[in-house]
């Protein structure tokens, strides 16, 4: 007999109240409820709604690498309500992360540290670190807190597919698997977290995220390496969750062109419905094509910030279109666009 779909219950949190309101206490208190049993709870965050479990349950964290269709090789990252959490989790807790999460926390950035002997293997893959975040969703951190547990909570979504930002992206992708979404809004920041290894000096970006390496160093005043531009970035991949070659990638076909108008035209001229996703709207050559009843011309932001915080929304709205291919601008090869360079280049790993 299938399982049901799970329930969405609505948590709104107005920012100007300093507590949530009583139905949406109630929804958290039902989703730790859930959680302390062994269920699974689709959570929003800042970045990408998360897959929950008991982080100290090996059982229930079972349950998500089953539910995602997930490599056990790929670690999860373990989601905290504050900074003691943490540390209560970790063998040693290093200068470089005491420093980065006390300026950056709670927020969008993963600190990779040595692992304690309350963590589960199958959240580490077996490995001797773990990788700690403290989300800037306040509705999160409530629920952990009200739990009292750390949770184990990588995106939303089956394997290598798209990462949800929506309580609908969530149901659309993992439908029954879960057993219940709590459902905080769309994701502010919409692209996952950067994640940084702690264990080294100076400290090593893992997967770049909202979190640059700019504002890294001036919370540590000291130097960080971008792994993603350096050699044997692959070594990261035991250490850190997202870091699969093929990985964040919509069911239609994308393609990242340095020379999209003309690649777009070859394909309409071929027959092709293709979604087109650009900055440069007033371009003439984006204006002339876009009189192609085959073309869709989605305009994107030229703020990278804004661009992440579109993306996975957009593209999740394309693929319920049928097109044959979405072609994407070449973002610029600048740190501040690291992030969606990454997940781009995953996205489009055959």
């Not at 040693?92 to 006390?102: G, V």
């Not at 304690?116 to 670190?129: C, E």
């Not at 009843?293 to 394309?318: E, K, W």
Request: glycine share 6%; proline share 11%.
């Amino acid at each position: 007999m299938a399982r049901p779909l799970p329930d969405i219950l609505p948590a709104p949190w107005p920012a100007d109240l300093p507590a949530p309101p009583v139905r949406t206490d109630e929804a958290v208190t039902r989703a730790a409820e859930l959680l302390a049993a062994g269920g699974l709870v689709a959570i929003p965050t800042e970045t990408v709604y998360g897959l929950a479990a008991d982080a100290l349950d090996a059982d229930a964290v079972d349950r998500i690498f089953a539910a995602k269709g997930r490599p056990a090789s790929n670690p999860l990252i373990v989601h905290v309500a504050d900074t003691a959490m943490a540390r209560s989790l970790a063998a040693h807790w290093p200068p470089m992360a005491e420093q980065i999460t006390t300026r950056l926390w709670p927020g969008p950035v993963t600190v990779i540290v040595p692992r304690g002997p309350r963590i589960p293997d199958n959240v580490t893959a077996g490995g001797p670190t773990v990788a700690l975040r403290c989300p800037e969703h306040r509705l999160t951190r409530r629920l952990i807190a009200t739990l009292g547990r750390p949770l184990a909570a990588p995106s939303a979504n089956r394997s290598m597919q798209l990462s949800p930002t929506t309580a609908g992206h969530v149901l659309e992708g993992l439908g029954s698997r879960v057993d219940l979404i709590l459902d905080g809004g769309p994701c502010g920041r919409g692209i996952e977290s950067t994640v940084v290894d702690c264990t080294t000096d100076p400290p090593r970006i893992l997967r770049p995220g909202p979190i640059t390496r700019v504002e890294l160093e001036a919370a540590i005043a000291g130097p960080v390496v971008d792994m993603m531009a350096a050699e044997g970035a692959t070594s990261a991949a035991a250490r850190s969750p997202g870091m699969l070659p093929r990985h964040y990638a919509p069911k239609t076909p994308l393609e990242v062109s340095a020379t999209a108008a003309e690649r777009v035209a070859e394909l309409v001229q071929g027959g092709k419905r293709i979604a087109w996703l650009t900055a440069q709207i007033d371009d003439p050559r984006v204006r002339s094509l876009a009189a192609s009843r085959d073309l869709l011309v989605v305009p994107m932001p030229a703020d990278p910030s804004a661009f992440a915080t579109s993306l996975y929304a957009t593209l999740h709205a394309i693929d319920r279109r049928n097109l044959d291919r979405i072609i994407i601008d070449a973002p610029p090869d600048t740190d501040a666009w690291r992030a969606v360079t990454d997940r781009l280049s995953r996205a489009t790993t055959a």
